[in-house]
């Protein structure tokens, strides 16, 4: 009798269940948590990829001419009339909108915006010297790509941007 009692073994059939409600409870939880850990995945993808556009397109412009010489030469950055145009120079459009990017990122838009924050006066001496005042512009690039909901599809709230912007001094 005594070896009965202490060599106890398994559960007893209330035990059981007892704890097969907790269990299934805490499967549950878990379960309904992964849609929610996945658009989170998924956002922080899609903001990255955004700002990796917004940066790559930012060294396009730091990488465009706009000199002060004489006699001047052309300006191949250019400047916004406002903001929903797209930066021109002698006409010419220096960064237009991209309404689609090539694939992989062809979910995304992009645009480039250019204004003055300090007008440039060059003048040029009688030596061919330049006289006069560097300019400055503000650079601002937006990118925008519309986010997946937690269930995977296209999200009803619209879109979402991401800005980067960056001053340009005349060189």
Not at 1 to 26: D, F, K, Y
Not at 34 to 39: A, D, E, G, R
Request: positive net charge.
């Amino acid at each position: 009798m005594r070896q009965l009692i202490s060599n106890q073994r398994g559960m007893t059939l209330a035990e059981v269940l007892v704890a097969l409600p907790i269990i299934t409870i805490g499967l549950l939880a878990l379960l309904s948590a992964i849609p929610l850990s996945t658009y989170a995945t998924q956002e922080g993808s899609q903001t990255s990829t955004a700002t990796f556009l917004a940066n790559q397109r930012l060294d396009q412009v730091r990488n465009a001419q706009w000199m002060a010489t004489c006699p001047p030469t052309p300006d191949d950055l250019g400047v916004s009339a406002s903001s929903a145009v797209a930066p021109t120079s002698g006409g010419t459009t220096t960064f237009a909108d991209e309404n689609s990017i090539a694939a992989p990122y062809a979910a995304y838009t992009r645009q480039v915006r250019i204004t003055e924050s300090v007008a440039s006066t060059t003048v040029c001496g009688a030596t061919g010297a330049i006289t006069g005042t560097y300019g400055l512009r503000t650079v601002t690039v937006t990118v925008t790509y519309r986010p997946l909901s937690a269930t995977g599809a296209n999200a009803v709230s619209g879109s979402r941007s991401v800005t980067v912007n960056m001053q340009i001094a005349q060189r």
